[in-house]
């Protein structure tokens, strides 16, 4: 088989699998609705906790953001193969003669799709309740690479905790501190875009290169979690 045939066969397979989580989550709405109010519970408990005056607004804003989405990243994450493996529909797609790496991918650009939806919505009412200016155009490539970075571990992690009965306090265990650097980066570069500092270090670059390698090895190691 040619490589654009063998190109082309993975690609048919990653859309296919995305298409059938697209069509389950919508008919659920258990996952995204969720994170949803979650992510708008953290915004309004921060900006009633916190005197957010000018001069702090920027020290609070950054973190209230990136705490309301990996948090509710994780709700979704959690749930997603999760839901597969007690319905049983992640063995008979295991029995397919599927690239695993479809697989993750598929699982990867579904989690995207629902967290940037959640992302969306949230923005706006961030922007309303921080007095932040919204359409800055640094900030949609901060929010998808940082999106991205904490999806790639979460998507991976959630398939090797998904058979576990500890699943819900395993996930966080195992995720959290392997995103730091990808959280560290995110708020730092949010925070940067209110208040301009000298020799701040290139963050988006950094979030950029935290991706790359996440990625790499997810994709090398998520046939060998996914079978256990």
Do not use: H
């Amino acid at each position: 088989m040619s490589t654009l045939s063998t190109l082309r066969l993975f690609c048919s397979q990653v859309l296919a699998i995305l298409g059938k989580d697209i069509r389950y989550e919508l008919r659920s709405k258990q996952t995204w609705l969720g994170m949803g109010l979650f992510a708008l519970l953290v915004f309004v408990i921060f900006n009633f906790a916190f005197d957010l005056r000018v001069e702090n607004r920027a020290a609070v804003a950054p973190g209230a953001l990136w705490v309301a989405f990996v948090f509710a990243s994780l709700l979704g994450l959690g749930r997603t193969i999760a839901a597969e493996r007690e319905g049983g529909s992640l063995d008979r797609l295991l029995l397919c003669p599927v690239d695993r790496r479809a697989i993750y991918l598929a699982k990867l650009l579904g989690n995207l799709l629902f967290i940037g939806i959640v992302e969306l919505v949230a923005l706006p009412i961030f922007a309303a309740l921080f007095s932040v200016p919204l359409f800055s155009g640094e900030l949609f490539p901060i929010v998808l690479l940082g999106t991205l970075g904490v999806a790639i571990i979460g998507t991976l992690f959630s398939a090797m905790t998904a058979a576990t009965r500890a699943r819900e306090l395993l996930l966080p265990l195992l995720v959290f501190p392997l995103i730091v650097p990808v959280v560290i980066a995110a708020v730092r570069a949010t925070g940067a875009l209110m208040i301009t500092a000298p020799d701040e270090p290139p963050w988006l670059g950094l979030l950029a290169a935290f991706d790359v390698i996440f990625l790499s090895l997810a994709l090398l190691t998520f046939s060998y979690v996914i079978e256990e």
